[in-house]
């Protein structure tokens, strides 16, 4: 079956509505917010979960690519589809499907926009925890795909510490589901396996996440630093005071200064860097840690601590972080983000390292990162039309996080692994460890329909892929 | 007892592999290893990754059944073994594989038992939230593979919450990794939760790093008693409904009481145990919000003797009754009502007693259940027990007097489609060969 086929196929699944195929509506779904792109053959949008059960079924049968996507924020890659692939878009599917605020959670379907559902609960007086900067676009589907982070996993985790229950469509077209709405269950947790796991085993139809209690009172604290290594330091030295922040980010100086230009949030436009610090929950607990984390700054050599006085100035602080990569987005024609992770007390060195790869490759990076936890995000601004410069943005990528590698860490903390840096795993893996990795993707997607050129390295997703199928096996069984 | 025989070659192999002073294989040695009905032919105590991955190539060669073995504290769990060929011990693999204090991060083997990592990271002010019964005795890899946890999961978090990496040999005797050494890392499939709960049958766990938290400088203990369970609950609520953040949030069932207490006579209250931390002016105010509920409050040596007690539960009880069938439940929040009240209702009309604990803030439930007269049948009032789970709800059997053994597979449950686990577990252990017959399927 080609592809004309599957599209008149798709048309009579979901309507000739939901299906596009037209070169000038493909182009639209030809990136992410990443650097990559290619044009798929079919962009489809199901409305329910039968639908994608029976757009599973057709894209196994006819072996052409199936490719999940939210809000096509992502940053990996992961939601590109091979060229002439199927984009199946969860944009319909965007229902909140239950609130149980006595069993503190929610059940949603994947297209639901990540602040949405905060802002459905509100008035519960809860919130969904993981908070990416793009939580006014991206979607809990997407979240579930990549395991995405944000500022406040700091204290929360990430989506994964998030969702105890997920329904899932298997590339047969099977709905099954794994997990619900208790904290843990008996069994395999398949859920915490499937969050994450970048559309490579299944797809989400619905989601079953935790919902946590607005804590009572929150402080932002900014602390400004005459230099990127004197706030460096404060950062293992505010945790080794015993203070657990919910939120502790970091902006250097030119980066500061970019983001005020863009958004007026009152950053200081002298500063050699700054950290945004954010501490959560009990009255008291927060006033007296506060005072601890100042006290700190202060003692590492920070010029002044200023407190949020009012909920408008906290809002203004935390618009400069969400806003920052469109800030500096405003300078050049590209800009590629990394998302490498260090332990925290190896942030000092990683940052010279940075700065020393800048040099040697001419390149402007910025440093704007989820400090708390290592996470780290150097902006490097490019232009995409200097096919040399694109490969200098590329090498310097791989130079720092091989320098993340070295220092045990890791190629990303929150935004998954994808196309972009699937070639990368090796350096982070070994042969052996991805080939344990590849046998489970397989007993669930053998044939590679689902989500394939992603997470796993290239070679290997060739050899596997002419071997024998495991899920050849799941199918005799009655799968 | 059923003696396996296992082919000669394999004692020879073993040998060359670990060398002979690590295998052993006299039965009279190995009377303590029997493992629910099943005695060993032979055990042996490779000190590597490397060795264990030679071990089950040669397992997974002659399909030979193998059970991994840390602090033998949980063997007792599950279904019946058939057979077992080779009893693996962790005992050897104890290395700190990395530790640094500032990072607050630390791996270690999995045959390190939980008490000497807790102890060595509190040198540092620093706390690790796992809290197995029996720490002394519990490993690492142990500890991993039941998924089990104490009470500091209602404020900590489950294992799967702040695992942050594994390292494994998988049933087919290759190596495998997931996660690292860092907090934040979404690098490949999250093998952490995978082989968290997975009963050692996917994989042996070789190693893990962990987060870890700063040791609170003061803790209190809270304790209110209440009629019924429905009271009890409804506490629960307040506290959840509430701005505070207690650590440990239990409730502990009149029977459970007494066993807490070392006390024949069974109390009449049901209690919850609220365990707070933080500075005075926290304290005192967690002291205002409990309201006059609170009977008394646990400070210093008391306090940590009763959370010792909490967390050894599930062992004390096979001490204290020795027929009784331990349950663990996992229950959405609105579950655990109906379930305590089934338990006193079946209980009651069916001559048996309960003695339940559990983080009800996290819907984690241990029950003990045992029968007062010769005619109970308690694996019909368990199994009734299951019938009456809803939706997510799951239980698993922690142990289980033997001569109930034969109804096991019966009693258990779980959400997750049961042939999503087969093919899991046919890609990481194609032949069976870890654990077989003890988990689910």
């Known amino acids: ?479 | 007892v059923s003696i396996a025989t296992s082919p000669l070659h394999v004692a020879n192999d073993l040998r060359e592999i670990c060398g002979a002073a690590h295998v052993i294989e006299y039965p009279a040695q190995l009377g303590q290893h029997k493992i629910l009905g099943a005695m060993s032919a032979i055990a042996v105590e490779p000190a590597s990754a490397e060795e264990i991955a030679a071990i089950l190539r040669v397992a997974h060669e002659d399909g030979l059944n193998i059970v991994p073995a840390g602090g033998l504290t949980q063997q007792q769990a599950g279904n019946s073994l058939n057979q077992v060929d080779i009893l693996l011990h962790s005992s050897r693999i104890t290395q700190v594989e990395h530790y640094d204090p500032g990072d607050l991060t630390v791996g270690v083997g999995a045959g390190c038992t939980v008490a000497q990592l807790t102890s060595m990271v509190e040198a540092d002010g620093l706390f690790f939230a796992g809290d197995p019964p029996l720490p002394g005795r519990a490993t690492i890899g142990g500890m991993l593979a039941s998924g089990i946890s104490g009470p500091q999961r209602h404020g900590y978090g489950g294992l799967r919450d702040y695992c942050i990496g594994i390292r494994f040999v998988t049933g087919d005797g290759r190596k495998g990794r997931g996660g690292g050494r860092v907090v934040k890392n979404v690098a490949g499939y999250d093998m952490m939760k995978l082989l968290i709960g997975s009963w050692g049958t996917l994989a042996i766990i070789t190693g893990a790093s962990f987060k870890l938290f700063p040791t609170p400088r003061q803790t209190r203990t809270f304790v209110a008693e209440f009629a019924t369970a429905a009271d009890a609950i409804e506490y629960r609520n307040a506290v959840l409904r509430s701005p505070l953040s207690p650590i440990c949030l239990e409730v502990v069932s009149p029977e459970g009481g007494a066993i807490l207490c070392g006390e024949r006579q069974s109390a009449k209250a049901w209690s919850i145990y609220l365990r707070a931390a933080g500075s005075d002016s926290v304290l005192t105010r967690y002291r205002r919000e409990l309201g006059s509920t609170i009977l008394r409050e646990m400070e210093d040596r008391a306090e940590q003797d009763v959370w010792r007690a909490i967390r050894d539960f599930p062992q004390t009880i096979r001490e204290t009754h020795p027929d009784a069938l331990l349950l663990s439940l996992y229950l959405p929040l609105t579950d655990v009502l109906p379930t305590l009240q089934n338990l006193e209702s079946l209980g009651a009309s069916n001559g048996a007693k309960f003695a339940a604990i559990g983080r009800i803030g996290v819907g984690h439930l241990l029950v003990g259940l045992w029968p007062t007269g010769s005619q109970t049948s308690v694996a019909a009032i368990a199994s009734t027990l299951r019938d009456r789970l809803l939706g997510s709800a799951s239980l698993n059997v922690l142990h289980c007097p033997d001569e109930m053994r034969s109804q096991f597979t019966e009693w258990r449950k779980t959400p997750t489609h049961l042939e999503s686990m087969r093919a899991v577990k046919r890609a990481l252990d194609p032949k069976d060969i870890l654990n077989r017959g003890r988990f689910i399927f």
Not at chain 1, 8 to 18: M, P, T
Not at chain 1, 348 to 362: F, K, M, T
Request: proline fraction near 5%; hydrophobic fraction near 40%; aromatic fraction near 6%.
């Open chain 1, 1 to 479: 079956m080609g592809l004309p086929e599957v599209i008149g196929d798709l048309c009579k699944i979901v309507g000739r509505d939901a299906v596009l195929d037209r070169p000038e509506d493909l182009m639209l779904y030809e990136y992410d917010a990443g650097v990559r792109r290619s044009t798929p053959g079919v962009v489809v949008f199901p409305q329910t979960t039968q639908h994608v059960s029976g757009i599973m079924q057709l894209a196994s049968a006819a072996a052409i690519p199936i490719v999940a996507r939210g809000a096509g924020t992502g940053l990996s890659g992961g939601a590109i589809s091979p060229n002439g692939g199927i984009v199946i878009a969860f944009s319909r599917m965007n229902r909140i499907l239950e609130v149980d605020a006595e069993n503190r959670c929610a059940v949603v379907q994947p297209g639901v926009v990540n602040l949405q559902l905060s802002e459905h609960v509100s008035h519960l007086g809860l919130y969904f925890a993981p908070d990416p900067s793009s939580q006014k676009a991206c979607t809990i589907g997407g979240n579930v795909a990549e395991n995405s982070g944000g500022p406040h996993t700091l204290l929360h985790g990430v989506t994964v510490n998030h969702v105890t229950g997920v329904e899932v469509v298997l590339p047969s077209g099977e709905i099954v589901q794994f997990g619900g709405k208790a904290a843990e269950s008996y069994g395999y947790d398949l859920t915490g396996f499937f969050v994450g796991s970048e559309g490579t085993i299944g797809i989400a139809t619905a989601i079953t996440v935790k919902l946590l209690r607005k804590p009572e009172m929150v402080a932002t604290l900014l602390a400004i630093f005459e230099s990127v290594d004197d706030a460096a330091r404060t950062v293992s030295a505010i945790t080794a005071e015993g203070i657990t922040p919910a939120a502790l980010e970091m902006f250097d100086g030119w980066t500061l200064r970019t983001v005020e230009a863009f958004c007026h949030a009152g950053y200081p436009l002298d500063a050699g860097a700054v950290l945004l610090i954010e501490l959560e929950g009990l009255r008291e607990a927060v006033e007296e840690q506060s005072i601890a984390a100042s006290d700190v700054c202060l003692r590492q050599k920070a010029r002044e601590v200023r407190r949020a006085k009012i909920e408008e100035e906290r809002t203004l602080l935390w618009k400069g972080r969400k806003m920052a990569f469109a800030a500096l987005g405003r300078l050049s024609p590209s800009y590629y983000t990394q998302d490498g992770v260090v332990p925290r007390s190896k942030i000092p060195g990683v940052l010279e390292h940075i700065s020393q790869v800048a040099q040697r490759y001419a390149l402007t990076i910025g440093n704007i990162f989820h400090a708390g936890d290592g996470n780290l995000h150097p902006l490097i601004l490019f232009d995409m039309r200097d096919a040399e410069q694109f490969r200098c943005v590329l090498a310097a990528s791989r130079d720092i996080m091989q320098y993340c590698i070295d220092v045990g860490g890791s190629i990303t903390g929150e935004h998954g692994v994808g196309l972009e840096k699937r070639d990368l795993m090796p350096l982070l893996f070994t042969d052996e460890d991805l080939d344990v990795m590849t046998s489970l993707r397989n007993a669930f997607n053998g044939a590679g329909v689902l989500n394939p050129e992603k997470m796993l390295p290239a070679p290997r997703m060739c050899r596997e892929i002419s071997g024998p199928s495991s899920n050849a096996v799941l199918a005799q069984e009655g799968m």
